[in-house]
């Protein structure tokens, strides 16, 4: 890919994504939603949200990423849901998880 190109695409998906990011507030005022669609599309953020941390806890590539990883996420997971500060939660959830591959677990 040439560095052209490469700057080309940078751009074109920079200016979409701020796009995006500028509909939701400017489309707000013009788009009314019943309370059942909001509810829903933010019980949707929340199930794509936990798919997402599922699928980079529990895989990588296409086999099974081994219990270290997992265990990390979910002290981590813990942690943040107890209001434990960020880089408490950071820390804990990779030290846990280099503690586990360290004795060897997977």
Same mark, same amino acid.
Request: glycine content about 10%; some cysteine; charged content about 10%.
């Given at each position: 890919?040439?560095?052209?190109?490469?700057?080309?695409?940078?751009v074109v998906l920079?200016?979409?994504?701020?796009?995006?990011?500028?509909?939701?507030?400017?489309?707000?005022?013009?788009?009314?939603?019943?309370?059942? +669609? #909001?509810?829903?599309?933010?019980?949707?953020?929340?199930?794509?949200? +936990?798919?997402?941390?599922?699928?980079?806890?529990?895989?990588?590539?296409? #086999?099974?990423?081994?219990?270290?990883?997992?265990?990390?996420?979910?002290?981590?997971?813990?942690?943040?849901?107890?209001?434990?500060?960020?880089?408490?939660?950071?820390?804990?959830?990779?030290?846990?998880?280099?503690?586990?591959?360290?004795?060897?677990?997977?």
């Amino acid at each position: 890919m040439s560095p052209v190109l490469l700057i080309v695409c940078a751009v074109v998906l920079g200016a979409g994504t701020f796009a995006f990011r500028f509909a939701g507030p400017a489309l707000r005022a013009k788009v009314e939603l019943n309370a059942r +669609a #909001e509810k829903l599309m933010a019980t949707a953020a929340v199930v794509l949200l +936990a798919a997402l941390v599922a699928t980079s806890a529990l895989i990588e590539g296409a #086999e099974f990423a081994g219990y270290a990883r997992p265990a990390g996420v979910l002290v981590g997971g813990v942690l943040a849901w107890r209001k434990a500060p960020f880089v408490v939660v950071v820390l804990a959830a990779a030290a846990t998880a280099a503690g586990l591959r360290l004795l060897g677990v997977p």
